[in-house]
């Protein structure tokens, strides 16, 4: 069975372009997460799909950020415009209980 | 305000010994707490769960403990192998009681098993 899968695995951008980031669950997940760890920090929760619909959104940052999942299958999300404190891994994770697998993560670098 | 606590940042243990990898918290309403694993550029690994009506929970070498009262859980990891030195996260959630099963991390322990 395919893990969560990530892309881009890495993304080099500058201050005010854009960036999206995609995320494809374990097939047969409805719940879908995203998460953030900056500067080797704790990992910090985003948002939380269940199927295409957005669940908890609590820890979206700002309105620079938006995340889809349309079909209820992948998962994108869009960082526009940059700015330098969005550097970071991104992580994925999917899930149909509490116990949520992981992707490999996206690290946004934004110079 | 930081919910998940793990207040020692490293360990170190020799191999074949045991690792004591402890978690506090302070949030009464997680009712399902999880270890993860995570090499260097790779994403967490579920280890273990436990649900909070359990106080024990136990997967081959790994076990974990729940003390709800004192609000602290310990990863106990016996015999140690050197393929165990990662980052571990503890996480909590409430998946049970609330709409959403958002973890919530602890800052990670590194753990180096020495040959």
């Known amino acids: 069975e395919a893990g969560v899968t990530q892309f881009p695995s890495h993304s080099v951008i500058e201050k005010g372009q854009t960036v999206t980031l995609r995320c494809d669950p374990i097939?047969?997940?409805?719940?879908l997460y995203w998460y953030r760890r900056v500067m080797g920090k704790e990992i910090k929760f985003l948002l939380h799909?269940?199927?295409?619909?957005?669940?908890?959104e609590s820890g979206m940052p700002n309105n620079r950020f938006l995340a889809e999942r349309t079909g209820g299958t992948y998962s994108t999300l869009k960082v526009q415009p940059a700015e330098l404190e969005d550097s970071g891994v991104y992580f994925c994770?999917?899930?149909?209980?509490?116990?949520?697998?992981f992707g490999p993560g996206t690290r946004l670098t934004v110079t | 305000d930081q919910q998940v606590k793990q207040n020692s940042p490293s360990l170190s243990v020799q191999e074949g010994r045991i690792s004591i990898l402890n978690c506090d918290y302070t949030?009464?309403?997680?009712?399902?707490f999880l270890w993860y694993k995570k090499y260097p550029a790779e994403g967490p690994t579920f280890l273990i769960s436990i649900s909070s009506i359990k106080d024990k929970n136990e997967d081959g070498r790994f076990t974990v403990f729940l003390n709800k009262s004192a609000k602290h859980l310990s990863l106990h990891i016996v015999p140690s192998q050197p393929g165990d030195s990662a980052v571990y996260f503890c996480?909590?959630?409430?998946?049970?009681?609330?709409?959403?099963?958002?973890?919530?991390f602890g800052q990670g322990t590194t753990l180096q098993v020495k040959p």
């Open positions: 097939s047969g997940h409805d719940n």
């Open positions: 799909f269940v199927k295409e619909s957005k669940q908890d």
């Open positions: 996480a909590a959630s409430s998946w049970g009681s609330s709409n959403t099963g958002k973890l919530i």
């Open positions: 949030n009464s309403m997680f009712d399902y």
């Open positions: 994770a999917s899930s149909l209980t509490a116990e949520q697998y």
